[in-house]
């Protein structure tokens, strides 16, 4: 999944969904994803209802998450924890856990900086900026 579109990542995410319902076995980011989906059973009732919701767009003026940037935003976040880059996002990782005492709270606090640099790469038209990244961990830290 190198260049998905949209409905190839939420197909990824009712496939995974599918396999684990029916017990059948997982491979490669698949088992991952599925740490990240049954920590959101607010989730599951979509997940069972591909064909509703596919195709469902999730515009920021409803107010609503769009589940399946959540969902993919984690997998993001557990990619750069795997390869620790952009460099130090593991340590940073580390001292959310040890503060929150909790992975998906930790990953959620990563997920709001994450967001804010890719908006600000959005906005400016630049590429991404680890240190705008990194401040905000830092401030989500207490640093």
Same mark, same amino acid.
């Given at each position: 999944?190198?260049?998905?579109?949209?409905?190839d990542?939420r197909?990824?995410?009712?496939?995974t969904w599918r396999?684990?319902?029916? %017990?059948?076995p997982?491979?490669?980011?698949? &088992? &991952?994803?599925?740490? &990240?989906?049954?920590?959101?059973?607010?989730?599951?009732?979509l997940?069972?209802?591909?064909?509703?919701?596919?195709?469902?767009?999730?515009?920021?003026?409803?107010?609503?998450?769009?589940?399946f940037?959540?969902?993919?935003?984690h997998?993001a976040i557990?990619?750069?924890?795997?390869?620790?880059?952009?460099?130090?996002?593991?340590?940073?990782?580390?001292?959310?856990?040890?503060?929150?005492?909790?992975?998906?709270?930790?990953?959620?606090?990563?997920?709001?900086?994450?967001?804010?640099?890719?908006?600000?790469a959005?906005?400016?038209?630049?590429?991404?900026?680890?240190?705008i990244?990194f401040?905000?961990?830092?401030?989500? %830290?207490?640093?």
């Amino acid at each position: 999944m190198f260049n998905p579109s949209r409905d190839d990542a939420r197909r990824f995410f009712f496939d995974t969904w599918r396999k684990y319902r029916a %017990q059948q076995p997982l491979e490669g980011l698949e &088992t &991952t994803v599925l740490d &990240t989906l049954l920590a959101h059973p607010e989730y599951h009732a979509l997940l069972d209802q591909p064909g509703r919701y596919l195709e469902r767009d999730y515009p920021p003026e409803f107010g609503e998450t769009n589940p399946f940037l959540h969902l993919s935003m984690h997998l993001a976040i557990a990619e750069q924890l795997g390869i620790d880059q952009p460099p130090g996002i593991r340590a940073h990782y580390q001292a959310l856990l040890e503060k929150t005492g909790d992975a998906m709270h930790a990953q959620h606090e990563i997920m709001d900086c994450l967001a804010e640099m890719i908006w600000q790469a959005q906005r400016h038209g630049t590429a991404f900026d680890p240190l705008i990244y990194f401040a905000c961990l830092d401030k989500k %830290q207490g640093k």
